[in-house]
């Protein structure tokens, strides 16, 4: 009976996507983890917004793949579930650098990596498996250029990472917090509805 009360909304088409949103099985990035990163940081990039500059996104969140073609809102609602308020916040370059680092201390996937964070467009970073926990991260850059330690950022996460969540504690280290009440699944809606490729998940580079 709920299901057939739900068919309405759960068919409902949302958008298009011109190839199927991929999910890495180990957690690693992948066009899922990079679509929703995008459709965060469009969601809150208006100054009104709060003015992020980039997003990132925990791997382990994103549930499935989006199929091409037609999407509807069952599938964006099967990749993301939770309903999480989006959280933009500012850090500076090393406070980037250093929940980044706490990312890649966790513990290895069956790829040999840990899991993830994804981030969205313009925003990239290289980490050195072999180099020492706490400094693996050697590269950063947003938009082409370095990211500097002692400037300010402006970051999207949801709001389960700025709380800490995943042992991310240097998310809690964010400061002048705008809280929109923006949905972490809305924003993927309303990023799909516009139609988009997905994009090519280059934008973390490993070794080691």
């Given at each position: 009976r709920y299901a057939a009360a739900v068919a309405p909304v759960a068919n409902r088409i949302i958008g298009h996507l011109n190839a199927a949103a991929t999910r890495d099985e180990n957690d690693w990035e992948s066009a899922a983890s990079d679509l929703i990163a995008d459709s965060m940081l469009a969601a809150t990039k208006a100054p009104e917004k709060g003015g992020a500059q980039l997003a990132l996104?925990?791997?382990?969140?994103?549930?499935?793949?989006?199929?091409a073609g037609n999407v509807r809102y069952a599938d964006a609602f099967s990749t993301m579930p939770f309903g999480n308020n989006l959280v933009v916040m500012t850090l500076s370059g090393a406070q980037v650098k250093n929940v980044i680092e706490q990312q890649f201390a966790g513990p290895n996937r069956a790829s040999g990596r840990p899991a993830a964070l994804g981030p969205s467009a313009g925003f990239r970073y290289t980490v050195d498996l072999k180099r020492p926990s706490g400094d693996r991260v050697v590269a950063m850059t947003l938009n082409?250029?370095?990211?500097?330690?002692?400037?300010?950022?402006?970051?999207?996460?949801?709001?389960?990472?700025?709380?800490?969540?995943?042992?991310?504690?240097?998310?809690?280290?964010g400061t002048d917090l705008t809280d929109k009440g923006i949905i972490d699944l809305d924003a993927l809606v309303d990023w799909i509805a516009k139609g988009q490729t997905p994009p090519k998940p280059d934008r973390v580079t490993v070794s080691g």
């Open positions: 996104v925990n791997v382990t969140g994103v549930r499935v793949a989006i199929p082409g250029k370095a990211i500097v330690p002692a400037a300010r950022y402006r970051v999207v996460v949801n709001n389960y990472l700025a709380s800490g969540g995943d042992s991310l504690t240097g998310f809690t280290a």
